[in-house]
């Protein structure tokens, strides 16, 4: 007997027979077949047209590690390069609660009251333990997000230095390509090592917070120096004092910095984000800068300069790459990693060890 409890000795007793475990996947659930890749031409052509949806994949395929992704994405941003260019590349950072993507909500809906396209590259960091990001900087932006001539993309980070994506330089090309005439770049947020942004956008707008440290915050160099506009957050109510008084802080400390390679003199604005005040006088000091640009020349000479510096890092990118995808090099590393933990070689040595390894056999 199964269950000695159904015995008649044991009366008023009974145990109901079990029901059958159902299944793990759902029985009736039919599998939707995959899309298949779609060609550069595709793609291509959709960027073009203005399709959001195909540029959103193509940036999800120039993102992607796979190399069958990336050789498509290859030959999008070569076909895509002819048509790019002719945009306003603007990057935006600033320290964490600055109010950076809030500030884009409103910067946005001026600058789309003017007619044109914005596209919006929000990067968002990655967490070292998990490798994830939370791609939250769209929320923050409720007006823009819903607005029909703008395209907002979040990216992870993934471990790029300089606060922005290891791919925003390639994205701004499609999306110069699918006809955005004004493009931000919202980085990390970070402090002061983020400088690559420098590299890839015409100015560089850097939003600072009032009472946040004394008058030395304001000659650190690095991104400081970098700035072409810095703007206060968050000059409304009681705050705009302290505000004013950091204005004139940072007028002073920016004096103290050696004259820029445009020419441009660096201004120093207030504002407030969120009651959005001040909002036209930002952007009228970033069309000064672009007529004072245009007319002395600097703006293609940068351009210029932006593309042989992103000739090299594509050239350094390639080279870790391969470096680390060589078969002999990974056994080889994974040797030598054993001998400098049982301390019976010294890391510069091993690591001299594996680089002639590696350029004699690519010589």
Known sequence: MEHIENDDQFGGLTVNKGVSQPPVV??????????????????????????????????TLVESLSPDHQAIAQEVIEKCLP?????????????????????????GLHVLKGGGKLAVLAIDP?????????LGDKTRMEKLSVHPDAFIRPSPSAGSLGGVARKTRETIVLCE????????????????SETAVHSMVDFFLLIQLAGTGDELQGIKRGIMEMADGIVINKADG????????????????????????SGWSPEVLTYSGYFELGIPEVWDMIDRYFAFVDTNGYFERKRSQQARYWMYETIDEQLRAHFYNNPEIEQMLAAKEI????????????ARDILDRYFNRSL
Do not use: C, M, W
């Open 26 to 59: 759902n029985p009736y659930l039919k599998r939707r077949k995959r899309k298949a890749l779609p060609s550069a031409g595709e793609l291509v052509e959709g960027i073009l047209k203005g399709d959001i949806t195909t540029l959103a994949r193509a940036v």
């Open 83 to 107: 048509h790019s260019g002719k945009s306003r590349r603007i990057g935006i950072t600033g320290v964490p609660g600055a109010g950076k993507s809030t500030s884009i909500d409103v910067f």
């Open 126 to 134: 990655s967490s070292e333990r998990t490798k994830g990001s939370i």
């Open 339 to 350: 001998r400098v933990l049982n301390n019976q070689q010294s890391s510069f040595t091993a």
């Open 177 to 192: 390509a699918a006809g955005f005439n004004n493009i931000f770049v919202e980085t990390v947020g970070v402090g002061q």
């Open 238 to 261: 009681d705050n705009i004092q302290r505000a004013q008084l950091a204005q004139a802080q940072f007028r002073s400390a920016l004096h103290l910095f050696p004259p820029t390679e």
